[in-house]
Protein backbone atom coordinates (compact mmCIF):
# COMPACT_ATOMS: atom_id res chain seq x y z
CA UNK A 1 0.00 0.00 0.00
CA UNK A 2 1.44 3.12 -1.00
CA UNK A 3 1.07 6.26 0.91
CA UNK A 4 1.89 10.25 1.24
CA UNK A 5 3.50 11.31 3.93
CA UNK A 6 0.34 13.11 5.49
CA UNK A 7 -1.47 9.90 5.14
CA UNK A 8 0.60 8.42 7.45
CA UNK A 9 -0.39 9.13 11.38
CA UNK A 10 -4.26 8.00 10.38
CA UNK A 11 -2.08 4.58 8.90
CA UNK A 12 -0.08 3.98 12.33
CA UNK A 13 -3.22 5.05 14.69
CA UNK A 14 -4.99 2.14 12.87
CA UNK A 15 -2.01 -0.45 14.04
CA UNK A 16 1.20 -1.17 12.78
CA UNK A 17 2.14 -2.98 9.35
CA UNK A 18 4.70 -5.72 9.26
CA UNK A 19 7.06 -3.89 6.90
CA UNK A 20 7.46 0.10 6.11
CA UNK A 21 9.46 1.59 3.15
CA UNK A 22 10.36 5.22 3.36
CA UNK A 23 11.41 6.46 0.24
CA UNK A 24 12.41 9.62 -2.33
CA UNK A 25 15.19 11.75 -0.07
CA UNK A 26 13.29 14.50 1.13
CA UNK A 27 14.96 15.21 4.10
CA UNK A 28 12.20 16.88 6.49
CA UNK A 29 9.66 14.26 5.54
CA UNK A 30 11.74 11.14 5.63
CA UNK A 31 13.01 12.69 8.70
CA UNK A 32 9.17 12.98 10.17
CA UNK A 33 8.09 9.95 8.73
CA UNK A 34 10.57 7.95 10.01
CA UNK A 35 10.17 9.71 13.45
CA UNK A 36 6.93 8.88 13.13
CA UNK A 37 7.00 4.73 12.69
CA UNK A 38 9.54 4.71 15.53
CA UNK A 39 7.03 6.36 18.05
CA UNK A 40 4.48 4.23 16.96
CA UNK A 41 6.28 1.32 17.33
CA UNK A 42 6.87 1.83 21.02
CA UNK A 43 3.89 2.19 21.77
CA UNK A 44 2.99 -0.82 20.64
CA UNK A 45 5.55 -2.50 23.07
CA UNK A 46 8.36 -2.65 20.19
CA UNK A 47 10.97 -2.18 23.13
CA UNK A 48 14.19 -2.97 21.04
CA UNK A 49 15.25 -0.40 17.76
CA UNK A 50 18.45 -1.85 15.82
CA UNK A 51 19.77 0.37 13.15
CA UNK A 52 21.47 -1.63 10.06
CA UNK A 53 23.40 -0.24 6.97
CA UNK A 54 24.53 -2.34 4.90
CA UNK A 55 27.77 -1.47 2.87
CA UNK A 56 27.87 -4.57 1.02
CA UNK A 57 26.88 -7.77 -0.47
CA UNK A 58 27.69 -10.05 2.45
CA UNK A 59 25.61 -7.87 4.76
CA UNK A 60 22.39 -8.90 3.95
CA UNK A 61 22.65 -12.41 5.05
CA UNK A 62 23.39 -10.78 8.43
CA UNK A 63 20.37 -8.57 8.02
CA UNK A 64 17.88 -11.70 7.42
CA UNK A 65 19.43 -13.70 10.39
CA UNK A 66 18.90 -10.58 12.12
CA UNK A 67 15.06 -9.94 11.29
CA UNK A 68 14.47 -14.03 11.65
CA UNK A 69 16.64 -14.30 15.12
CA UNK A 70 14.67 -13.59 18.00
CA UNK A 71 15.92 -11.18 20.10
CA UNK A 72 17.47 -11.67 23.67
CA UNK A 73 16.84 -7.95 24.99
CA UNK A 74 13.02 -7.84 23.76
CA UNK A 75 10.07 -9.62 22.61
CA UNK A 76 9.11 -7.08 20.07
CA UNK A 77 11.62 -4.91 18.23
CA UNK A 78 12.14 -2.32 15.34
CA UNK A 79 14.21 -3.08 12.79
CA UNK A 80 15.55 0.16 10.21
CA UNK A 81 17.99 -0.87 7.31
CA UNK A 82 19.03 2.16 5.68
CA UNK A 83 19.79 2.25 1.97
CA UNK A 84 20.72 6.35 1.09
CA UNK A 85 22.03 4.64 -2.41
CA UNK A 86 18.99 3.30 -2.64
CA UNK A 87 20.63 -0.12 -4.36
CA UNK A 88 20.47 -3.33 -2.64
CA UNK A 89 21.85 -5.66 -5.05
CA UNK A 90 20.99 -8.80 -6.13
CA UNK A 91 21.80 -10.60 -2.42
CA UNK A 92 19.55 -7.65 -1.02
CA UNK A 93 17.05 -7.77 -3.36
CA UNK A 94 16.78 -11.52 -2.85
CA UNK A 95 16.92 -10.93 1.69
CA UNK A 96 13.82 -8.37 0.99
CA UNK A 97 11.76 -10.23 -1.69
CA UNK A 98 12.46 -12.85 1.01
CA UNK A 99 11.38 -10.99 4.13
CA UNK A 100 8.62 -9.02 2.39
CA UNK A 101 6.79 -12.88 1.83
CA UNK A 102 7.85 -13.90 5.01
CA UNK A 103 7.04 -10.83 7.60
CA UNK A 104 8.68 -11.96 10.93
CA UNK A 105 5.42 -11.71 13.83
CA UNK A 106 7.43 -10.11 16.22
CA UNK A 107 9.93 -7.68 14.15
CA UNK A 108 8.66 -4.29 11.99
CA UNK A 109 10.87 -3.72 9.04
CA UNK A 110 11.64 -0.06 8.18
CA UNK A 111 13.23 -0.07 5.07
CA UNK A 112 14.97 4.10 4.42
CA UNK A 113 15.87 4.80 0.88
CA UNK A 114 17.06 8.00 -0.86
CA UNK A 115 15.74 8.80 -4.08
CA UNK A 116 14.66 6.20 -6.46
CA UNK A 117 14.99 6.00 -10.37
CA UNK A 118 11.95 4.92 -12.35
CA UNK A 119 13.79 1.77 -13.71
CA UNK A 120 14.19 1.05 -9.60
CA UNK A 121 10.71 2.22 -8.67
CA UNK A 122 9.22 -0.92 -10.82
CA UNK A 123 12.40 -3.37 -9.41
CA UNK A 124 10.72 -6.43 -8.43
CA UNK A 125 12.05 -6.43 -4.45
CA UNK A 126 10.43 -3.12 -3.94
CA UNK A 127 6.75 -3.92 -5.13
CA UNK A 128 7.14 -6.93 -3.20
CA UNK A 129 7.59 -4.45 -0.36
CA UNK A 130 4.72 -2.49 -1.31
CA UNK A 131 2.66 -5.82 -1.16
CA UNK A 132 3.59 -6.58 2.04
CA UNK A 133 3.03 -3.41 3.99
CA UNK A 134 3.20 0.37 3.73
CA UNK A 135 5.36 2.82 1.25
CA UNK A 136 5.56 6.17 1.98
CA UNK A 137 6.68 8.67 -0.89
CA UNK A 138 8.24 11.48 0.25
CA UNK A 139 9.07 14.45 -2.38
CA UNK A 140 9.71 18.24 -2.73
CA UNK A 141 6.90 20.47 -2.71
CA UNK A 142 6.32 22.23 -5.66
CA UNK A 143 7.13 25.77 -6.08
CA UNK A 144 3.43 26.94 -6.62
CA UNK A 145 2.18 25.13 -3.30
CA UNK A 146 5.27 25.75 -1.55
CA UNK A 147 3.17 29.54 -0.21
CA UNK A 148 0.58 27.42 1.23
CA UNK A 149 2.63 24.66 2.90
CA UNK A 150 4.82 27.07 5.11
CA UNK A 151 1.36 28.92 5.66
CA UNK A 152 -0.08 25.25 6.92
CA UNK A 153 3.48 24.73 8.83
CA UNK A 154 3.28 27.84 10.54
CA UNK A 155 0.24 27.57 12.01
CA UNK A 156 1.15 24.68 13.41
CA UNK A 157 3.85 26.45 15.39
CA UNK A 158 0.46 28.93 16.41
CA UNK A 159 2.22 31.33 14.30
CA UNK A 160 0.10 33.65 11.47
CA UNK A 161 2.36 35.13 8.63
CA UNK A 162 1.78 37.66 6.51
CA UNK A 163 1.78 37.00 2.54
CA UNK A 164 4.78 39.22 2.32
CA UNK A 165 7.09 36.90 4.98
CA UNK A 166 5.59 33.60 3.28
CA UNK A 167 7.29 35.06 0.20
CA UNK A 168 10.46 35.69 1.27
CA UNK A 169 10.65 32.25 3.27
CA UNK A 170 9.75 30.84 0.13
CA UNK A 171 12.36 32.67 -1.99
CA UNK A 172 15.45 31.89 0.91
CA UNK A 173 14.69 28.74 1.10
CA UNK A 174 14.24 27.72 -2.37
CA UNK A 175 12.42 24.74 -1.75
CA UNK A 176 14.36 23.00 1.15
CA UNK A 177 11.75 21.72 3.68
CA UNK A 178 14.72 21.21 6.37
CA UNK A 179 15.64 25.32 5.56
CA UNK A 180 12.19 26.35 5.77
CA UNK A 181 11.23 24.56 8.54
CA UNK A 182 14.22 25.70 10.63
CA UNK A 183 13.15 29.16 10.00
CA UNK A 184 9.80 28.78 11.28
CA UNK A 185 11.08 27.29 14.64
CA UNK A 186 13.03 30.11 15.00
CA UNK A 187 10.28 32.80 14.19
CA UNK A 188 7.87 30.37 16.58
CA UNK A 189 10.94 31.02 19.52
CA UNK A 190 10.79 34.71 19.18
CA UNK A 191 6.93 35.90 18.14
CA UNK A 192 5.08 32.80 20.19
CA UNK A 193 1.82 32.44 19.05
CA UNK A 194 1.81 36.08 17.35
CA UNK A 195 1.66 37.20 14.05
CA UNK A 196 5.48 37.87 11.79
CA UNK A 197 5.34 40.11 9.28
CA UNK A 198 8.61 41.10 6.83
CA UNK A 199 10.17 42.47 9.17
CA UNK A 200 10.59 40.18 11.70
CA UNK A 201 11.17 37.20 9.09
CA UNK A 202 14.49 40.19 7.95
CA UNK A 203 15.35 40.60 11.66
CA UNK A 204 15.33 36.81 13.09
CA UNK A 205 18.69 35.71 11.88
CA UNK A 206 20.43 38.96 13.80
CA UNK A 207 18.55 39.00 16.87
CA UNK A 208 17.90 35.05 17.24
CA UNK A 209 20.59 33.68 19.93
CA UNK A 210 20.34 30.65 18.07
CA UNK A 211 22.98 30.39 14.64
CA UNK A 212 21.29 29.46 11.41
CA UNK A 213 22.39 28.10 8.06
CA UNK A 214 22.29 31.89 6.40
CA UNK A 215 24.76 33.23 9.80
CA UNK A 216 27.35 30.17 8.89
CA UNK A 217 27.20 31.30 4.95
CA UNK A 218 27.53 35.12 5.69
CA UNK A 219 30.42 34.67 7.93
CA UNK A 220 32.38 32.75 5.98
CA UNK A 221 32.04 34.61 3.27
CA UNK A 222 32.53 37.63 5.21
CA UNK A 223 36.21 36.18 6.02
CA UNK A 224 35.69 35.83 9.15
CA UNK A 225 36.93 32.32 10.38
CA UNK A 226 36.61 32.33 14.02
CA UNK A 227 32.51 32.94 13.84
CA UNK A 228 32.02 30.66 10.65
CA UNK A 229 34.00 27.84 13.13
CA UNK A 230 31.35 28.93 15.99
CA UNK A 231 28.11 29.22 14.22
CA UNK A 232 28.95 25.69 12.48
CA UNK A 233 29.30 24.24 15.68
CA UNK A 234 26.25 25.66 17.03
CA UNK A 235 24.31 24.24 14.44
CA UNK A 236 25.96 20.73 14.77
CA UNK A 237 25.09 21.49 18.44
CA UNK A 238 21.33 22.49 17.93
CA UNK A 239 21.36 19.07 15.55
CA UNK A 240 21.09 20.43 11.85
CA UNK A 241 21.26 18.03 9.33
CA UNK A 242 24.63 18.20 7.58
CA UNK A 243 22.96 18.47 4.30
CA UNK A 244 21.04 21.68 4.90
CA UNK A 245 24.64 22.87 5.74
CA UNK A 246 25.74 21.36 2.41
CA UNK A 247 22.83 23.34 0.84
CA UNK A 248 22.96 26.68 1.99
CA UNK A 249 26.99 26.86 1.21
CA UNK A 250 26.04 25.15 -2.23
CA UNK A 251 22.74 27.71 -3.44
CA UNK A 252 25.55 30.51 -2.49
CA UNK A 253 28.77 29.80 -3.98
CA UNK A 254 26.95 28.48 -7.32
CA UNK A 255 25.68 32.47 -7.70
CA UNK A 256 29.01 33.51 -6.27
CA UNK A 257 30.58 31.16 -9.27
CA UNK A 258 28.31 32.59 -12.07
CA UNK A 259 29.13 36.45 -11.00
CA UNK A 260 32.91 35.59 -10.56
CA UNK A 261 32.76 34.35 -14.42
CA UNK A 262 31.02 37.46 -15.70
CA UNK A 263 32.71 39.73 -14.07
CA UNK A 264 36.50 37.66 -15.49
CA UNK A 265 34.55 38.40 -18.71
CA UNK A 266 34.23 41.76 -18.47
CA UNK A 267 31.32 42.44 -16.93
CA UNK A 268 30.35 45.12 -14.28
CA UNK A 269 30.01 43.56 -10.56
CA UNK A 270 27.73 46.02 -9.92
CA UNK A 271 24.70 45.78 -12.38
CA UNK A 272 25.28 41.67 -11.78
CA UNK A 273 25.00 42.14 -8.27
CA UNK A 274 21.57 43.78 -9.51
CA UNK A 275 20.93 40.86 -11.80
CA UNK A 276 22.12 38.09 -9.40
CA UNK A 277 19.35 40.21 -6.93
CA UNK A 278 21.58 40.21 -4.17
CA UNK A 279 20.36 42.45 -1.06
CA UNK A 280 21.84 45.92 -0.82
CA UNK A 281 22.95 44.86 2.61
CA UNK A 282 24.63 41.86 1.42
CA UNK A 283 26.81 43.17 -1.36
CA UNK A 284 29.85 44.51 0.62
CA UNK A 285 30.05 40.70 2.04
CA UNK A 286 29.60 39.41 -1.65
CA UNK A 287 32.47 42.14 -3.11
CA UNK A 288 34.62 40.66 -0.35
CA UNK A 289 34.32 37.18 -0.91
CA UNK A 290 34.79 37.72 -4.70
CA UNK A 291 38.11 39.59 -3.59
CA UNK A 292 39.11 36.95 -2.22
CA UNK A 293 38.47 34.07 -4.59
CA UNK A 294 38.39 33.65 -8.30
CA UNK A 295 35.78 31.48 -10.20
CA UNK A 296 37.93 28.10 -10.28
CA UNK A 297 38.51 28.24 -6.49
CA UNK A 298 34.69 28.77 -5.84
CA UNK A 299 34.47 25.91 -8.72
CA UNK A 300 36.58 23.49 -6.11
CA UNK A 301 34.66 24.49 -3.28
CA UNK A 302 31.34 23.10 -4.89
CA UNK A 303 33.45 20.02 -5.73
CA UNK A 304 34.13 19.59 -2.34
CA UNK A 305 30.32 20.02 -1.00
CA UNK A 306 29.47 17.49 -3.70
CA UNK A 307 32.06 14.72 -1.91
CA UNK A 308 30.66 16.00 2.10
CA UNK A 309 27.33 15.73 0.56
CA UNK A 310 27.90 12.14 -0.40
CA UNK A 311 29.68 11.53 2.75
CA UNK A 312 26.39 12.39 4.77
CA UNK A 313 24.43 10.17 3.20
CA UNK A 314 26.45 7.34 3.90
CA UNK A 315 27.44 7.54 0.29
CA UNK A 316 31.66 7.80 0.98
CA UNK A 317 33.68 7.28 3.94
CA UNK A 318 34.51 10.40 6.29
CA UNK A 319 32.78 12.87 8.65
CA UNK A 320 30.94 15.25 7.43
CA UNK A 321 31.01 18.09 9.85
CA UNK A 322 35.29 17.79 9.70
CA UNK A 323 35.03 18.17 6.13
CA UNK A 324 32.25 21.10 6.48
CA UNK A 325 34.42 22.77 8.73
CA UNK A 326 37.88 22.97 6.56
CA UNK A 327 35.66 23.99 3.79
CA UNK A 328 34.19 27.00 5.52
CA UNK A 329 37.72 27.56 6.77
CA UNK A 330 38.99 27.76 3.34
CA UNK A 331 35.97 30.47 2.10
CA UNK A 332 36.76 32.08 4.79
CA UNK A 333 40.57 32.77 3.56
CA UNK A 334 42.21 30.18 5.35
CA UNK A 335 44.64 28.47 3.79
CA UNK A 336 44.31 24.69 4.10
CA UNK A 337 45.98 22.16 2.58
CA UNK A 338 44.08 20.13 -0.50
CA UNK A 339 41.59 22.94 0.27
CA UNK A 340 41.33 25.37 -3.06
CA UNK A 341 41.52 29.05 -1.69
CA UNK A 342 42.02 32.30 -3.09
CA UNK A 343 44.01 31.89 -6.58
CA UNK A 344 43.04 34.09 -9.34
CA UNK A 345 40.44 36.82 -7.07
CA UNK A 346 39.13 39.45 -8.38
CA UNK A 347 40.56 42.78 -7.93
CA UNK A 348 39.35 45.16 -4.93
CA UNK A 349 38.41 47.55 -6.86
CA UNK A 350 35.90 46.22 -9.57
CA UNK A 351 33.26 48.49 -10.27
Known amino acids: MQLSPERLSRQLAAGLAPVYTVQGGEPLQTRECVDAIRAAARQHGFGEHLTLEPTSEGDWAGIRGEVLSPSL ?173 VWALARELRTL ?5 RVSLGEPLARLLGRYRVWEARRPTVRRALERHGPEPLLGFLRQLADIDRTAKGLAPGDPWLELSRLVLAIAGVRLSGVPCGAAPLRAGVP
Open 73 to 245: FASRRLIEVRLPGSKPGEAGARVLTDLAAHPASDVVLLLVLGKLEARQRAAAWLEALDRAGVSILTRAVDPGDLPGWITARARRSSLELSEDAVRLLAERTEGNLLACDQEIEKLALLYPGGRVDLPQVLASSGDSSRHDVFDLVDSALAGDPGRSTRVLDGLRAEGVEPPLV
Open 257 to 261: ASIAR
